[in-house]
């Protein structure tokens, strides 16, 4: 019987990451967030009051175990003047197969089931009126997950602005996961709007499964200037209320000086650099390994070796 796996993340991070982990001997759940309000999926939350799906229609594409030509349709986007500029085909898909079942979770394994998808995905949520609100260290509140990431500032609190109510498929993968995973990506509006739920932080003091972050390479522009591996942890370590990350995944590999001076000038991004010391002080186990790859022009964690050492942790655990 396999490891049950519990992911959680939104954005690019968690479909990365789970286009590697996907071939390993393990049962997945991956956890998505729905409060995203920008482009495509903002559009089509605003005109049809649904959850964000742009986030799950990624992880299910990368889930996927049909041709890449499928894989490519998925993720299209219209070029138009018409009303369809900008949306993604999957997007598209997801929403009316939403109009038609009522139910999110439900218009997820019905496209998984199309796609040939092994494992599962869920949203936190169905609140179709879910909003991130960031309150930052002027006293600021910006409501909106796209004006969060956009307003590149350093915040003091994330929230929503009404409790959500999570998916209770998501509590009982909570309970039966033997490794709890917060996946790769922005901290405040991909892996957060998961921890920030009330029922999921109450979920996580009961279960017994190790907690595993895996930091991002580079920093969040105003958010996360000049942390360190350790600031990311401790960060999430506040949120936990109690709980703490059990291990943290980095990468140890120096960025080139070519794309490390890309990095800083078109987007105000630095690496994120291990702070072993530190970590010792916090109590967290560190893995550290070679997890740079280049894809497209931008800096990625190599998907196979990060699952490798997923792996490799879980089968010693």
Do not use: W
Request: some cysteine; aromatic content about 6%; hydrophobic content about 40%.
């Amino acid at each position: 019987m396999y490891k049950k796996v519990l992911v959680f993340g939104g954005g690019t991070g968690i479909s990365y990451l789970l286009k590697g982990l996907k071939d390993f001997p393990v049962d997945i759940t991956a956890v998505i967030t729905v409060s995203d309000n920008g482009r495509s999926t903002g559009k089509l939350r605003e005109e049809f009051h649904t959850p964000a799906v742009g986030d799950i229609r990624k992880v299910i594409t990368n889930l996927s175990q049909i041709d890449e030509p499928i894989k490519e349709m998925m993720s299209y986007r219209f070029k138009t003047s018409s009303d369809l500029d900008g949306h993604a085909v999957g997007n598209l898909i997801l929403t009316a197969m939403l109009d038609i079942t009522g139910s999110l979770k439900d218009s997820i394994a019905h496209l998984s089931k199309i796609l040939d998808v092994r494992h599962t995905v869920l949203p936190i949520s169905e609140d179709s009126d879910l909003t991130l609100m960031g309150l930052d260290k002027d006293g600021n509140i910006i409501e909106g997950e796209e004006q969060i990431t956009q307003a590149h500032r350093q915040f003091e609190k994330i929230f929503y602005k009404n409790e959500p109510k999570v998916t209770k498929e998501v509590l009982s993968a909570i309970k039966k996961a033997d490794l709890i995973i917060f996946s790769m990506g922005s901290l405040y509006t991909s892996i957060l709007p998961n921890i920030i739920c009330q029922q999921v932080k109450d979920a996580i003091q009961e279960t017994k499964a190790p907690i595993m972050y895996l930091c991002n390479i580079v920093t969040q522009p105003g958010e996360t200037d000049n942390f360190t591996v350790g600031d990311h942890v401790k960060l999430l370590n506040r949120y936990l209320e109690g709980r703490k990350v059990d291990v943290v995944v980095a990468n140890s590999k120096p960025i080139g000086e070519k794309m490390a001076k890309k990095y800083e000038s078109e987007e105000q991004k630095d690496p994120v650099l291990i702070d072993k010391e530190e970590l010792e002080k916090i109590g967290v186990e560190l893995i550290a390994d070679d997890l740079l790859t280049i894809d497209d022009n931008t800096l990625k964690h190599d998907s196979l070796k990060l699952s490798s050492l997923i792996f490799s942790y879980l089968m010693r655990k």
